[in-house]
């Protein structure tokens, strides 16, 4: 019986079956936007079911088809940032960080039914576990330098795990990605379809995971994710750079990038970019996680994020005003010194 007596909470239910222990996020009018009572929520149900020998693996997933976690809930932090300023707003923010790495370490099986719109704390939340599996519907997207706030959730430890930068455009644009592009960069583990998810779910009340992958899973053909010419762009020495090479390459998707970025937040932008390549030469996923957490502490003191929420999901004007306005008026020394700072 699915029931949210042990969340604590209406927007996450539980349901125990077998040794199978479902965690179903039920927020879809926010499209399970994470805040701090869904993150301690899911917390909860993960504590009550570590030491519950009767429960060997767990379920993540959304109620609706529609999104599995369209990533935090933005207004809610910009309120915070008005309310209590950056100090609090990054304690409420960290509250769905200590989640992620809590999944990320959990000592028994975790799938997460990544349908849907998968987005910035979303992304987090479903992809650092140890099965991921996403179908046709999968948009996967980290938009956070449209807004102001700086690549988190752990995104910097999976998007700088491949050999090229091809993880670095997606951490600066927020191209989306589809679900067979998900398998091949690395984020999820198994292409699903949809019309196939609910027979998956009901095999694993039965039988193991591998086995059930096997079963179900569709082979997803390799190819190259973006070209090579433009994957190059983002392997320039300094985000100014990428956007002269984006500016001389000639392809279509050079030109749509370049017109991305320079509506992105430049702070953002370059914070993004001394994380990204921070975080490719850390061997943990909780270092990374120190990394992100520092930055996200330097961005919510900067007035970008609060102007981004407005422009892009308040008032939706899309015309955000970024102090500074250009990425040569960033300040990267700063930037550098909280990437190289230690805790």
Known sequence: MIEKTLSGLDDVKTEQRGHVGRIILDRPKRLNALDAEMSQAIMRVLEAWRHDTAITLILLESSSPRAFCAGGDLRAIREALFAYGPD????LMNQAYNVMLQLADYPKSVVSFL??????????????????????????????TSIGLVTDAGQSWLLS????PIGLRFALTGARITGEQAVLLGLADAYV???NLEGLRQALFHESIDVVLSQFATTVQKANI???VLEACYAAPTMVEILTRLEACPLQEAK???????QSSPTS????????????KLTTVHEVFDLERRLVRYVLGQPDLAEGVRARLVDRDNTPVWKPNQL????????????????
Do not use: F, N, Q
């Not at 979303?122 to 997207?141: D, F, K, N, P, Y």
């Not at 932008?269 to 490719?280: F, I, K, N, T």
């Open 256 to 262: 749509e990038d370049l017109e991305t970025l320079k």
């Open 328 to 343: 040569e008026l960033v300040d990267t020394k700063a930037i550098d010194s909280v990437v190289k700072r230690c805790d």
């Open 269 to 280: 932008l370059e914070a993004s970019w001394y994380g990204w390549h921070a975080a490719r």
């Open 226 to 228: 973006i070209p090579e």
């Open 115 to 144: 349908d849907g719109i998968v987005m910035g704390g979303g992304v987090g939340l479903g992809c650092l576990v140890g099965h991921r599996i996403v179908t046709e519907r999968s948009i996967l997207a980290m938009p956070e």
């Open 161 to 164: 795990r491949g050999k090229t």
């Open 88 to 91: 609090k707003t990054y304690t």
């Open 193 to 195: 379809l949809s019309e």
